[in-house]
């Protein structure tokens, strides 16, 4: 199995969270199976999360942490993992922010290059993309009752307007107060996943 460039973005806001054990139990799979992966955990960044009056032609200039540990890492990687989880129906604030932020016109995506429906052409092609994402809502539910609303947000309004191709979701329901079990299995399935590369 060929080795990949795996850039895992650790997308909750907290210090400690289930979020965070599963992206370290991912990295340190990928690493032993020999892949090279570069980390970056949402809460050690600090950042504007309002793009504010910065627009195409009068940009917010990128904090550092945004341009070296965010933006740099999604060009460097042939392979994306997120870790989040939803809140209210949606991505946490300051992970919305970090979207709103790091992924610039230019970098991200080209408004001056249309497609025939006259999108911008998604700059970070060639990328394939990994969501695990916790939730105390079950995915049938998300499905009947919100149509995956969040999920058509990530994979397609966000990760696949930039290029990345249709990102696959690993979907952890019950995550509030989950047993031993449960969490043993999901990190196990986690496990897996980093050793592929997947």
Known sequence: M??????VLNGHPG???????????YVA????????????????????????????????PLEACLETEVLQRMEWCNHIVITAPMWWGGLPAKLKGLFDRALVPGRAF????????GMPKGLLTGRSARVIM??????????????????????????GF?????????????????????VGKWMAHVDDL????A
């Not at 001056?112 to 429906?117: A, M, P, S, Y």
Request: glycine share 8%; with cysteine.
């Open 2 to 7: 060929p080795s990949k460039r795996i850039f």
């Open 29 to 60: 799979a990928a690493r032993a199976a020999g892949h090279d992966v570069q980390v970056t955990h949402l809460n050690a960044l600090e950042f504007d999360m309002d793009y504010g009056l910065g627009g195409y032609d009068n940009r917010k």
């Open 134 to 159: 916790t939730s105390d809502t079950p995915r049938w539910f998300l499905r009947f009752a919100y149509d995956s609303a969040i999920l058509h947000q990530i994979r397609g309004q966000i990760l």
């Open 15 to 25: 210090e400690t969270s289930l979020c965070r054990a599963l992206s370290e139990r």
């Open 194 to 197: 980093g050793r592929s590369g």
């Open 162 to 182: 930039c290029g990345f191709r249709r990102a696959r979701v690993t979907w952890l329901a019950g995550a509030s107060h989950p047993d031993s079990t449960k």
């Open 110 to 117: 080209d408004t001056r290059n249309t497609n025939l429906f």
